[in-house]
């Protein structure tokens, strides 16, 4: 009963993760990330981002450079979230969609961007600059039970309950 007047999930919110190596021309690092957007707020909301050299979690509100408006015709879109400092690490992630479907929102299809196309994570203590060079991976939403099912699921396990309680009476 209690899940069926729980609030609603935040269907603005759109989790992608990053599970390839950051690189410069000096070395390479395995890195690992969730990145997560809001699609009505327009912004990157968090980032938690893992690697050798960089290792940081940030939430915020980081809005797009310029918040291209959704086509009526397929086409290339190239956008940037504004670059955030947390503690002495600098991100930036930059968006070169590969053509776009017309109507198509850019937040969520970021698992359509290009590899090596400016997106880079900084240690700003050492001037060292590495490049993102994977795209990034769409998560799916678990799989949660509508209220209905579960006013249905109690329905019944309260049924057999009752039946049970009658039975042991006679």
């Known amino acids: 009963m209690l ?3 729980a609030p609603a999930a935040n269907a603005a919110l759109i989790t992608y993760s990053y599970d390839h190596p950051i690189a410069n021309q000096y070395e390479s690092h395995n890195a690992t990330a969730t990145i997560e957007v809001d699609s009505v707020l327009r912004g990157l909301v968090s980032v938690q981002f893992t690697s050798a050299p960089v290792t940081f979690s940030w939430t915020g509100l980081v809005p797009l450079m310029y918040d291209q408006p959704v086509s ?5 879109y190239e956008n940037g979230f504004e670059p955030f400092v947390v503690d002495n690490f600098e991100f930036f992630l930059f968006l070169d969609l590969f053509y776009l479907e017309a109507g198509a929102d850019i937040f969520d299809h970021l698992d359509l961007t290009a590899p090596f196309e400016g997106a880079y994570v900084a240690n700003l203590d050492s001037g060292t600059h590495y490049s993102l060079t994977g795209r990034l991976e769409k998560v799916l939403p678990a799989k949660v039970p509508e209220p209905s099912s579960l006013l249905l699921l109690l329905a019944g396990v309260l049924g057999i309950g009752w039946y049970r309680l009658g039975r042991a009476g006679s």
């Open 3 to 5: 899940a069926c007047l």
């Open 72 to 76: 009526d015709t397929g086409a290339l």
